[in-house]
């Protein structure tokens, strides 16, 4: 020891008997200690010399259990001991591969382990148990920073002495003996410092400790296993007797076999020569057969490698290697884990998992810390399985955000094993913690299924409808197999996956059998080919291609009468604001690019670049003069089409990183198209019908001898799916996996694997059968096959050329190139159909025809040969067409749907927004607002609402809404959509039906005020909703409307207000189909877009109006009202006595909803948080899905019905909305599989306008 580091430890005092005498300078040398280690070298020479001392034993523990009343010297020698208990793999940062700095780790890890054995005594846990529990009976306000910093070393010291590995060449203990680490865990309990990491994982007020408190739990069950935890103490079931019996069975009959063979091959008389033997067929090193001299009964072990050096296998493909075995502790440390274990579910796993995870998620933590999360999670939901399945004791990791944050990270650690190859063993580790925490949560989903409570079964069904509904969950396994490297992954891992992935398929078998039919998501990466090298052919610019080019401008130009759109004058630039170029210098290229425009005949945009550019630049008139008439501006566009202007040419591209910005294009231009499509159970099998994963359950399947029966269960059902149910026993049909089958069916106790040599038989019988028929079976051994080979060799091969792609004569080149040349120029719709009934060869193909334009250059590519859409290419307008349209406009000008008819018989069929330009553009119709559909309005003078009677508005309500009127109208847009399906016309789409939409609530807000010959209609519907039992919607109706007829009076301010329901039986009517018609007919608003989510009051009812609609409310008075009249028994008194009550309960209503008015903004503010808008198929199914998620949580969901009168769209849009504001993390909706789009809503009133 260094003779500095000597006078130190010397100076700290000295231990007399069991009693330890400290020196004046002691809390002194204990700091200069601290100083020493801190500059010690890469050899962690200090830590040696401190260590090979025995300093911890001999002096720093006597010190703190002697002198624990010492403060200041206590927290020294906690603050030195948490130094040198720090893992050598933390000291040295990974096992050296130097063989010097190997012997250090070395030394430095035997040091640590005399360390651990000194700390496993009831003495010194005894004192930190006790320091920490007077540290943590302080207030939150009363404690300092350095009671914080002694809590936070105290547990970094348990958890370094904890981390500590064991010596097995030292210890050599044995199953139910007691190891040092049990004598470690032994004094923990003894002191009661597992109680207060139990307090610190419930404390609300010790959330900081939470991932120190996880770490301790997680190394304190290092060694342990679930299932000896839960069968602690108690006596052994039926099931593992049974399995105890079997693996005996199988050992035995082992062992009678290995007997039999050898007295089989004992002679019945003793020879002292063994005699030579030639073995025909068989060449030795010559041309000879080879000659055996041994006794014949082992001669099938006989192989020319006998006698040979055995070849090392290099590093780099060598199989990973197993961690260490688990072992079985002694009884008493067993039974005390497993009562920190049901304490712990009980009182602390909810709470500590959420801490820890939400850690995790904002990144509070450590590199790799969430491996301690990920085995917790494994752990305790394992145990929890086995003691008595209880959901709610992991509830907060029983969520598909868990599943998500496992998945996220399986897929992590596989890219971390690919990239940083050094590390992988290390990645693969954590890789197979992930596996099995993902496991782990499958069979407790599998558990739930089986609980007779309903609502943990609906639970379950609800996380396993997401699972198999996302395609990460659904393939996970599938990706899992394929990517499997026996180099990185161990055994173990392999084994795991196995039974994982039989126990997903069996539970997606089950959950699809229970289904007709079940939508899942696809997610397909799309991949768009960069055209960056790719240079555009340059127009063509003979004399006659330019008077072609004219003529077409010319046309298009006087069709549309020289006037340009709004949006084109607005978006045309004549110049490059950031160019270095002066603006000046730019004229010229303004002029190339009006040139350029019409080249590829774009008459108006040309247009457009001509005027901005004569602003811009005026002097000269270069580009006209100001006053030019449109016959000048031709003539001006013509002279730039044929005059031969400079053109600049383009910059040399940069050679320099074009790999990089190849690859970044590439990543720009991939997109992931996400879509829905059935399920099919077998479909999904046969994606496992492939030899990357055949391979790893055949290489599992070499070990089926040390197997448990489970895992060799497993293998044999995954390979019956695919050889039976499939049919794809081909796939095994391989020479190494013949041997297999062999060394299993000569096993001496294959009567111990039933199944898998049923299976065997199976194959090889079905290989016989086929090689009867083929002969080439045999050699087919040789090699693993994909689907197409198996295809192949079990139906036959195909002939040579069969399935080639047919190829083209020079002939056939030839007329196709001919052809296309005298209908390139054609204005027909689709060349390709064109071409196909004019070849000679008749068995041509669009596909084939196409692929050999592109590749003899004729096309750029096969794009521009799709089929056009309907009503969308057909751009120009011939004089004929024209007449036509003009010809429908007079006759159907005075109709009520004037575009409707013209679309119907129009003869060239066009998209509505094309029909609508051209009419603007003949001068038919002055602005857009003239096609739209007309509707019988009421008289101007009423329009308002002012001077009506009440009778009169009553009456209004059913004027101008019949439903055949909508339904028609619907019925019109919805072609009208169909054939819209144009990029350039989807905002002129919205434009008009944002019109439409506007001029539907106009309609109705003037139906209200128009005079009708009926009325009964609205009483029928109440009573017949009355009738359904909405008795009580019905008055919650009323007394909104009564309460914004309120509003209005008292404010005289009238603005768009929201329908809002508070209860379910309000959510359930707004649900009803015949009560959303019921609103309908009072002129109520429902919902404009997907921005909206409530129906509303239109702004322009009056007060007056809202009274007599909420009065129309009330079918029973007004039916006897109508009596009366009729009768005309009806007294002056009784009049005046029934108004003056109806004027009462009018009264009446608003005040007692007064305070609900006031607190209106609030309430629809916390009914409109972040929803999910979930697109289904019908609205039953909605509802039913509603109905089941309101069953298990305590959200209130509503959905909205588009009734058909309404409906602009064919499918219905179901909207889900969940306020539960719970803290827990996971608890968020989980709706049935439906494609997801998440929404802010927001409700304002203020900024709604009718």
């Not at 909703?1025 to 005289?1052: H, I, P, V």
Request: charge should be negative; charged fraction near 30%.
């Amino acid at each position: 020891m260094n003779c500095e580091l000597l006078a130190t430890c010397s100076a700290l005092g000295f231990l007399e008997g069991d009693t330890y005498h400290k020196e004046a300078d002691c809390l002194e040398s204990v700091k200069d200690l601290i100083r020493y280690l801190r500059h010690e070298d890469d050899t962690r020479d200090v830590r040696q010399q401190l260590g090979a001392g025995q300093i911890v034993q001999n002096d720093l523990l006597p010190i703190i259990i002697q002198h624990g009343q010492d403060k200041p010297l206590f927290d020294a020698c906690i603050r030195l001991m948490v130094n040198l208990t720090q893992p050598a793999m933390l000291c040295f940062g990974k096992v050296p591969d130097d063989p010097v700095f190997r012997h250090h780790f070395l030394q430095v890890t035997s040091h640590l382990q005399a360390y651990k054995e000194a700390f496993a005594s009831e003495r010194v846990f005894g004192i930190l148990s006790e320091i920490l529990y007077n540290l943590l009976q302080l207030d939150w306000e009363h404690r300092q920073e350095e009671d914080n910093l002694l809590i936070e070393r105290i547990l970094l010291l348990v958890r370094n002495v904890l981390h500590v590995p064991a010596d097995p060449c030292e210890e050599k203990k044995v199953d139910d003996d007691a190891s040092v680490h049990d004598r470690l865990l032994w004094a923990i309990h003894m002191s009661g410092f597992d109680d207060l990491v139990k307090f610190l994982a419930s404390a609300q007020s010790e959330q900081q400790w939470s991932m120190h408190v996880l770490e301790i739990i997680s190394l304190m069950f290092r060694d342990q296993t679930p299932e000896a935890l839960v069968s602690a103490g108690q006596a052994r079931s039926a099931e593992e007797k049974r399995r105890d019996s079997q693996e005996l069975e199988a050992l035995r009959q082992k062992e009678h076999a290995a007997k039999r063979c050898r007295t089989l091959q004992r002679g019945t008389r003793h020879s002292r020569f063994g005699g030579s033997y030639v073995v025909q067929g068989l060449k030795s090193i010559g041309d000879k057969d080879v000659i055996y001299h041994r006794n014949l009964h082992h001669f099938k072990h006989y192989t020319h490698d006998v006698g040979k050096a055995v070849r090392r296998v290099p590093k780099r493909n060598r199989q990973a290697q197993e961690c260490k075995d688990k072992r079985r502790s002694a009884l008493n440390v067993r039974l005390f884990l497993r009562e920190f274990c049901i304490d712990f579910l009980e009182n602390c796993y909810n709470h500590l998992m959420y801490l820890v995870k939400e850690s995790l998620i904002r990144e509070q933590t450590q590199q790799h810390d969430e491996t301690y999360y990920l085995w917790s999670l494994s752990f305790f939901m394992a145990f929890n399985r086995g003691n008595g399945f209880r959901a709610d004791l992991v509830s907060e990791t029983m969520s598909i955000r868990t599943f998500h944050f496992i998945e996220r990270n399986i897929t992590n650690y596989y890219e971390m094993i690919l990239t940083d190859r050094k590390e992988a063993t290390s990645w693969s580790r954590r890789m197979h913690l992930a596996l099995k925490a993902y496991q782990e949560l499958l069979l407790t989903v599998n558990e739930m299924d089986r609980s007779q409570d309903e609502g943990i079964r609906q639970s379950s069904n609800i996380i396993k409808s997401n699972i198999f509904y996302l395609m990460e969950y659904r393939e996970i396994f599938l990706t899992l197999l394929r990517k499997y490297d026996e180099t990185t992954q161990p055994h173990s891992y392999l084994k795991d996956l196995v039974e994982s992935t039989h126990l997903f398929l069996r539970m997606l078998e089950r959950f699809c059998n229970g289904r007709k039919n079940l939508m899942v998501q696809k997610k397909k990466l799309k991949r768009k080919r960069s055209r960056r090298d790719k240079k555009p052919s340059p127009p063509d610019t003979s004399p006659e291609a330019l008077a072609e080019t004219w003529k077409v401008v010319e046309e298009e130009l006087r069709a549309t009468g020289f006037q340009l759109s709004e949006s084109l004058t607005e978006s045309i630039v004549p110049f490059d604001a950031t160019s270095e170029t002066p603006l000046e210098e730019q004229r010229t290229e303004a002029m190339v690019r009006v040139q350029d425009a019409l080249l590829v005949r774009l008459g108006p945009e040309a247009l457009g670049l001509l005027r901005a550019a004569r602003e811009v630049w005026p002097e000269g008139d270069v580009f006209g003069s100001s006053d030019v008439e449109p016959e000048e501006e031709l003539e001006l566009l013509k002279q730039i089409l044929h005059a031969n202007l400079p053109r600049s040419s383009p910059p040399d591209p940069v050679v320099e990183d074009e790999d990089d910005a190849a690859e970044l294009e590439e990543e720009e231009l991939e997109s992931v198209q996400v879509s829905e499509s059935e399920f099919n159970f077998l479909d999904f099998i046969k994606r496992f019908a492939s030899p990357s994963i055949v391979r790893p359950y055949l290489l599992l399947l070499k070990s089926y001898s040390k197997n448990t029966p489970h895992t060799n269960h497993c293998i044999a059902r995954m390979l019956h799916r695919l050889a039976v149910n499939l049919k794809m026993d081909a796939l095994l049909y391989q020479l190494s996996v013949f041997n297999l089958l062999n060394k299993i069916l000569s096993d001496p106790a294959a009567a111990a694997y039933k199944e898998l040599v049923t299976f065997a038989k199976y194959v090889l019988n079905r290989f016989f059968s086929l090689a009867a028929q083929n002969n080439k079976a045999y050699v087919e051994l040789l090699f693993w096959k994909n689907v197409g080979a198996v295809r192949e060799m079990t139906e036959g091969y195909s002939k040579d050329g069969e399935g080639k792609k047919p190829t083209w004569t020079e002939e056939e080149e030839e007329e196709l190139r001919k052809l296309y040349e005298e209908h390139r120029h054609s204005e027909v719709p689709d060349i390709v159909e064109t071409l196909l009934p004019l070849l000679s060869n008749s068995t041509c193909t669009r596909r084939q025809v196409v692929t050999q334009l592109v590749r003899m250059g004729l096309v750029d590519n096969a794009k521009e040969l799709k089929k056009p859409k309907k009503g969308t290419q057909i751009v120009l307008w011939t004089e004929e067409q024209e007449q036509e349209l003009e010809m429908l406009f007079e006759e159907y000008k005075d109709s009520d749907d004037v575009l409707g008819d013209i679309l119907k018989k129009l003869t060239a069929k066009r998209s509505r927004a094309r029909v609508v330009d051209k009419l603007l553009s003949m001068g038919l119709v002055s602005e857009r607002r003239e096609l739209y559909k007309k509707r019988s309005r009421s008289a101007q003078g009423k329009s308002s609402g002012k001077g009506m009677t009440e009778e009169e508005f009553l009456e209004g309500l059913t004027q101008d809404f019949p439903d055949d009127s909508v339904d028609r109208d619907d019925e019109d847009e919805g072609e009208d959509e169909s054939e819209e399906s144009e990029e350039e016309e989807g905002e002129e789409q919205e434009r008009e039906k944002s019109q439409n939409g506007g001029r539907r609530s106009q309609s109705l807000s003037q139906s209200l005020h128009s005079p009708v010959e009926r009325r009964a209609d609205i009483g029928a519907m109440v009573r017949a909703l009355q009738q359904e039992g909405l008795s009580e919607s019905m008055l919650w109706l009323q007394k909104c409307l009564n309460r914004t007829a309120t509003d209005r009076e008292q404010d005289g301010v009238s603005q768009a207000v929201p329908i809002v329901p508070l209860k379910e039986a309000d959510e359930a009517a707004m649900d009803n189909r015949n009560f959303c018609k019921l609103l309908r007919k009072l002129g109520i608003r429902a919902p404009a877009n997907e921005q909206e989510i409530f129906w509303r009051i239109p702004a322009k009812f009056s007060a007056s109006q809202l009274q007599s609609a909420a009065a129309a409310l009330s079918p029973a008075e007004e039916e006897h009202k109508g009596d009366e009249e009729q009768n005309g028994s009806r007294s002056p008194t009784a009049e005046s006595q029934q108004e003056e009550v109806s004027g009462e309960q009018r009264a009446q209503a608003p005040r007692a909803l007064l305070h609900t008015c006031k607190t209106k903004p609030h309430t629809s503010e916390r009914a409109a948080p972040v929803s999910d808008f979930s697109p289904v198929e019908d609205t039953d199914s909605t509802v039913e899905r509603s109905q089941e998620k309101s069953s298990t949580k305590r959200s209130r969901s509503r959905v909205l019905d588009d009734d058909e009168e309404e409906n602009e769209e064919d499918s219905s849009t179901a909207v889900h909305m969940d306020t539960n504001g719970d803290a827990d993390s996971d608890r968020e909706d989980i709706s049935a599989p439906v494609k997801r789009r998440r929404k802010m809503v927001l409700i304002d009133e203020e900024d709604d306008e009718d």
